[in-house]
């Protein structure tokens, strides 16, 4: 495609219909605010992933803490890279390049202010409650039920309706297309946020998700997906269609482009969640649906790619020369690296090998660190002298963090795919008489070097954080005693506008229905909607939720998609409780528990995963990585006391494993008066405890299979003493694992049995 002569760089328009000319001043100091916060954040970020990273090759670096284990620190890690790192740097962005692209100062500097503190004390609050275990348990979402309402009240009300009035109140007739991709951003999480963070409060620091089993892995990818896509992706596409042109000083390569790249986007995108969760118990129609549009998300990402590298068409000598050209460079050229990738790991035959492997970890590093980081950094050294009025101190220090940065993401992605492929060849191998060839523990065993080379890159990619500090703080300190605030002037847009008449078709020899279609392309209908920013908000909103509604309806209303299995029951109180140390502990951030319907997996695992089994899972379980193996089966397979040992230090039994020890869990009480609320908020979203919600039920009933639980413990050789004790509570939620779908249909409910946890299918005694 050609470039066009439509205005393609954000610049003033010509406007007939201008009423008077206003003064302003752009408010700079909110975006230095969110400046400084991206940096600060994104230091925490990589440091929490280097000691992770690190506690993967060696695990006793967590040195005992149990708020420094790796499943409370991995949520930590991602949440701050996310939310904090590049929700900051998001921020940035759109506050510098919407007051510009507006003509306007931010509608409200109270607003912009409360935007600000707001976000940093939710990203201090997760930094707070994750290591301490308060999650809920879904990947991405983990914050509680009070973080998410600050959430949405910051996003929303803060950041939405300062945006929205900056657009309604803005001195340019049309919305350039870095606005149309802040816009889709700001309705489409607000959407994704609100209905993926459905939950029933049992205290302040504890909630259940209102989705159970399948529908809520459903709802969990359409959020994790799309919170990649309108969260790491379209903010940032809106500032590459920004400051690339701006650094490159050079016109967006092309108009059309950027509508065709948007709207595909934005459309297809939304249903592409579903490839999370191939081969799993999700309906077939469902993920078969996600890769379709996964593959065909292929091409509008593309599109932004292209129209953002051909717009250094004719200035690749700044390329050479300019490092922040080259961020940008580099960070277009992930995006389009892994927007390839992602519909290549859609197709059922690929993700039959990568899934759960660290194969999907090199994925998405390669977005987040090369995309979503050069991006920002780009941005950064772009806005440093502008902001500060300035020279930036130190340009060479600029081109090495450039150039450490990149060795440091060649490192890990390379290391990570050979880890992922090892892991997902040695995983599915059989020798010559049929059984499987590697132990999982001798897949760990492999692949420990690559963890030692990841580690290398992410500490080279955070010294290039650390340079980068270096940088801004040295520019900050040679600023001017008193910021220089120029007073632009631009005329006020008039309430009275006539749009140019409908362009003619260009065809000659065709049916109407061609001529119609001519004149549909030339993107006059465009034009206009650029102008109508809430019409334009609005027609975003109904391609989104029109979208997710074509699978959402047919999954929770058709009963088929969930056959039901008379023999699955709620957990007894006992087994909530230690489902809910379960997820305290982060242990889904490493085992999953969904075993699929391959051979290999059937193997060594046991029976395939059953939609139904999953019912009363509030939340799901099912995983995202095998660090270590699957635990859908689990039940009954050993006896309490190798759980218990093993939980106490799993090198007594497996000395190559890299879990860390939950020696904690054996000394901590069980809250048993807890218990009530628990089972009476699983009871209020569906869950039939029948008995158990009275008053005392709950708490008598977990006390009498703790009991039985710890007396069995001694009998098998085991410690005394640990009836009162957590480890007690998490060993009865492992031993009930994948065990219901062996029991007869009449099997009693948990109010009428305080005991499911007894060893079956040839358990250890």
């Known amino acids: ?136 348990g879904k990947e991405y979402a983990e914050l509680e039920w009070p973080i998410d309402i ?123 969640g579903p490839h999370h969760l191939h081969y799993t118990a999700l ?29 250094l068409r004719g200035a690749w000598n700044k390329v050479a020369q300019d490092p922040i050209l080259k961020f940008f460079v580099v960070a277009i050229t992930f995006y389009g690296m892994s927007t390839f990738e992602g519909p290549m790991l859609s197709i059922k035959s690929v993700n039959s090998l990568s899934h759960y492997t660290d194969w999907t970890i090199a994925h998405v590093h390669g977005g987040a660190l090369g995309w979503n980081g050069f991006m920002a950094f780009g941005m950064l050294y772009y806005l440093l002298p502008r902001l500060f009025q300035t020279q930036l101190w130190s340009r060479k220090l600029m081109t090495y963090h450039f150039w450490i940065g990149t060795i440091g993401i060649v490192l890990y992605i390379v290391s990570m795919y050979t880890a992922g492929i090892m892991q997902g060849l040695m995983w599915r191998f059989f020798d010559e008489s049929g059984k499987l060839q590697y132990d999982f523990v001798e897949t760990v065993t492999a692949i420990q070097p690559l963890y030692w080379i990841r580690a290398i890159g992410g500490l080279l990619f955070l010294s290039g954080v650390v340079m980068a500090g270096v940088n801004f703080f040295m520019t900050w300190k040679h600023r001017p005693a008193v910021y220089d605030e120029p007073v632009h002037e631009a005329p006020a847009l008039s309430a009275l506008y006539t749009d140019p008449p409908q362009p003619a078709s260009r065809l000659t020899a065709n049916t109407e229905f061609g001529h119609q279609g001519d004149v549909v392309l030339q993107g006059w209908w465009h034009r206009v909607w650029e102008r109508r920013p809430v019409k334009f908000t609005v027609m975003t909103l109904a391609a989104v939720v029109v979208a997710s509604l074509f699978e959402q309806i047919p999954l929770f209303l058709i009963r088929s998609n969930v056959p039901s299995i008379a023999s699955v029951k709620p957990y007894t109180p006992l087994e909530l409780y230690g489902r809910d140390i379960y997820i305290a502990e982060g242990c889904y951030n ?113 006390r009498e299979q703790a009991k039985q639980i710890a007396g069995d413990l001694v009998k098998q050789g085991g410690y005394e003493g640990l009836e009162t004790k957590k480890v007690i509570a998490l060993d009865a939620y492992l031993q009930r694992l994948g065990t219901d779908l062996f029991k007869p249909a009449d099997a009693p409910a948990p109010d009428k049995a305080v005991s499911a946890a007894q060893p079956q299918k040839g358990g250890t005694p």
């Not at 909110?30 to 506690?55: P, S, Y």
């Not at 297309?177 to 994704?192: E, G, N």
């Not at 259940?208 to 809520?216: E, K, L, R």
Request: aromatic share 14%; with cysteine.
């Open 150 to 272: 600050a959430i949405a009240l910051v996003w929303l009300g803060c950041f939405g309706v300062n945006f929205t009035m900056t657009l309604i109140k803005r001195r340019e007739r049309h919305m350039y297309v870095a606005l149309w991709f802040y816009i889709a951003s700001l309705v489409t999480v607000t959407v994704l946020h609100v209905f993926n963070s459905l939950e029933m409060p049992a205290s302040l620091f504890k909630s259940y998700s209102v989705y159970a089993g399948v529908q809520d892995a459903f709802m969990q990818w359409w959020y994790g997906h799309n919170a990649v896509a309108f969260f790491l992706t379209t903010p940032f596409l809106g500032m590459m269609y920004y400051f690339v042109p701006k650094a490159a000083d050079k016109p967006v390569y092309s108009y059309r482009l950027s509508i065709v790249h948007f709207w595909s986007l934005v459309f297809i995108y939304i249903w592409a």
């Open 590 to 702: 490493c085992h999953s528990q969904m075993i699929r319907p391959i051979f290999a997996e059937v193997k060594r695992y046991g029976e395939y995963s059953k939609p139904g089994e999953f019912v009363y899972d509030h939340p799901f379980q099912w995983g995202s990585r095998r660090t270590g193996p699957d635990l859908a089966r689990e039940g009954g397979l050993r006896s309490h006391d190798w759980h218990v040992r093993h939980l106490e230090d799993p090198r007594q039994l497996i000395p190559q494993s890299i879990m860390p020890t939950y020696a904690h869990l054996l000394k901590q009480d069980i809250d048993f008066e807890s218990i009530q609320a628990r089972v009476r908020a699983n009871a209020m979203i569906g869950v039939p405890y029948g008995e158990s919600v009275k008053d005392g039920v709950a708490p008598q009933q977990a």
């Open 1 to 136: 495609m050609t470039a066009t002569t439509a205005p393609t760089l954000p610049r003033e328009h010509n406007d007939a219909h201008a009423g008077p000319m206003e003064k302003f001043v752009y408010d700079d100091a909110i975006v230095r605010k969110f400046m400084l916060a991206m940096l600060v954040w994104g230091f925490v970020g990589m440091l929490v992933g280097l000691i992770i990273a690190l506690q993967l090759a060696v695990p006793q670096l967590n040195f005992g803490l149990e708020f420094l284990g790796y499943g409370r620190l991995r949520p930590l890690h991602t949440n701050a890279v996310i939310f904090a790192f590049a929700g900051n740097a998001i921020f940035t962005g759109v506050y510098y390049s919407t007051q510009r692209l507006c003509k306007t100062r931010m509608w409200s500097d109270t607003l912009s202010n409360l935007h600000f503190w707001g976000w940093q004390a939710i990203i201090v609050s997760a930094a707070l409650t994750l290591p301490l275990g308060i999650t809920s």
């Open 283 to 311: 309906p077939q129609w469902a993920s078969t649906l996600g890769m379709i549009f996964s593959v065909m998300l292929w091409m509008p990402s593309w599109g932004g790619m292209i129209n953002g590298l051909l717009t």
